[in-house]
Nanobody, 117 residues
Framework: VQLVESGGGLVQAGGSLRLTCAAS????????MGWYRQAPGKQRELVAT????????NYADSVKGRFTISRDNAKSTVYLQMNSLKPEDTAVYYC???????????WGQGTQVTVSS
């Protein structure tokens, strides 16, 4: 499974960005996708996840009400709509996928999100 993120960049506080992650390779059996982030000097943390059916989502408390995760199974793609961005959202955002078929966890290369005050 290969994951390629796009959509990061520089935005002012209060602005919005939309991240996209496209999965390729053996995408059959991916039951969970999501986003994590890692700020300088901090551990990688969960941002949001979504199940294959899209019926179940999970968000970090810090992003609830501001970020929305969605998924297009036909395109093996997951999105993260980020609104009302804050400087503390600045981090490298990583796409994540779990495959029950391949019994493995997969990561993208990361995309930088920088929010200026």
């Amino acid at each position: 499974v290969q994951l390629v993120e796009s959509g990061g960049g520089l935005v002012q506080a209060g602005g919005s960005l939309r991240l996209t992650c496209a999965a390729s390779g053996t995408t059959f059996g991916i039951d969970l996708m999501g986003w994590y982030r890692q700020a300088p000097g901090k551990q990688r943390e969960l941002v949001a996840t979504i199940t294959s059916g899209g019926g179940s989502t999970n968000y970090a408390d810090s992003v609830k009400g501001r970020f929305t995760i969605s998924r297009d199974n036909a395109k093996s793609t997951v999105y993260l709509q980020m609104n009302s961005l804050k400087p503390e959202d600045t981090a490298v955002y990583y796409c994540y996928a779990r495959s029950i078929f391949l019994r493995g966890d997969y990561w993208g290369q990361g995309t930088q999100v920088t929010v200026s005050s």
